[in-house]
């Protein structure tokens, strides 16, 4: 079976860094698009940032400067840079796979996946 596995997400100090790393595993021909999302309490899940099979990347206003999206083609892996971080960028976040392609029994299925969402938690 495909799976988008996480890790990196933790708990640091206001102006501290952290790494997110994402791969997915299974029989994964290619990946569009990855990306990462990140949704806080009470707030609606928003865009951090993309990056497309050919390198585009885009980021949200917000942590333009401080973040940056990589990827890995071979390893069908994603990763972010988040440096200077803020208190504001607490939230769960979540790994994006838009148009996943892999096949299975002789089919060639597309999909898009998502992780389970890792928390990262910046005090002050």
């Known amino acids: 079976q495909v799976q988008l596995v996480e890790s990196g997400g933790g708990s640091v100090q206001a102006g501290g860094s952290l790494r997110l790393s994402c791969a997915a595993s299974?029989?994964?021909?290619?990946?569009?698009?990855m990306g990462w999302y990140r949704q806080a309490p009470g707030a609606q899940r928003e865009l951090v940032a993309t990056?497309?099979?050919?390198?585009?990347?885009n980021y949200a206003d917000s942590v333009k400067g401080r973040f940056t999206i990589s990827r890995d083609n071979a390893k069908n892996a994603a990763f972010l840079q988040m440096n200077s971080l803020k208190p504001e960028d607490t939230a769960v976040y979540f790994c994006?796979?838009?148009?996943?392609?892999?096949?299975?029994?002789?089919?060639?299925?597309?999909?898009?996946?998502w992780g389970q969402g890792t928390q990262v938690t910046v005090s002050s």
């Open positions: 990056i497309s099979s050919g390198g585009t990347t």
């Open positions: 994006n796979a838009q148009g996943l392609t892999y096949f299975s029994g002789g089919r060639r299925y597309t999909v898009t996946f």
């Open positions: 299974g029989s994964v021909f290619s990946i569009n698009t």
